[in-house]
Structure formats: C-alpha cells, structure tokens
C-alpha cells in the first residue's frame, strides 16, 4: 500500500474483503482496493486537528469509516469522501477502533 507520506498506523478491511482502509500520521485516510492494492479516490484528510490519525474502521456495511487520533474526537466519514461532525470529544487519544457487529456502536 503505497501512497502516506507518513507512517501507517492502521490497516482493516471491510466486511465483505473488498477494500481496505489505512490511517497514518501524515493526517489522512485511504480506501484500497484488496485485489489491485491501488488506492480508491483521493485521499480522505481527518479532520484531526494534530494531523496523525491513529486508527480507522468500517462499519459492517461498509458505507461509514471511522477514524480517530491524537486530537479529543472521532470522525465518521462516508466512503464517498464525505466528512461528518465529530462524534465525541473530551475524550485522551484513541488508539484503535472498531465498529460492533451490529454496526451500532463504536
């Protein structure tokens, strides 16, 4: 997977095998293709505000990623490169995420 300019800091696939997410501490997130292994779009910018991006996750539908860093939030992003508010805040850094299976909780 090339295409950070930073160190990679996450790696996860989506549920169905078909792409894979990847976070880094240059500040953004990619989608992947899991067969080709080339990039899908543009990359995704976090939004954290520190731009290092610790970890990132699908929802079980694979229509969401969640990505979270060193910066008090999470962001929900729409795989259409769509970003949403954060979903928390006040919280320490977060080091990894995941969705539950049922795809409603962080």
Same mark, same amino acid.
């Given at each position: 997977l090339e295409g950070h300019s930073g160190a990679v800091t996450s790696v996860s696939w989506s549920s169905d095998g078909r792409r894979i997410v990847s976070s880094s501490l240059d500040g953004s997130v990619r989608i992947w293709d899991s067969d080709t292994?080339?990039? +899908? !779009? %543009? /990359? +995704?910018? %976090? #939004?954290?505000? *520190?731009?290092? $991006?610790? *970890?990132? *996750?699908?929802? /079980?539908? !694979?229509?969401? $990623?969640? @990505? *979270? #860093? @060193?910066? /008090?939030?999470?962001?929900?992003?729409? $795989?259409?490169?769509t970003i949403r508010d954060p979903l928390s805040s006040n919280c320490p850094p977060i080091w990894n995420i995941s969705y539950t299976s049922d795809g409603r909780s962080v």
């Open positions: 292994y080339q990039s +899908i !779009g %543009s /990359p +995704i910018y %976090s #939004g954290h505000m *520190a731009d290092r $991006v610790h *970890a990132a *996750a699908f929802s /079980p539908d !694979g229509h969401l $990623v969640v @990505s *979270a #860093g @060193s910066q /008090p939030n999470l962001r929900l992003w729409d $795989v259409e490169d």
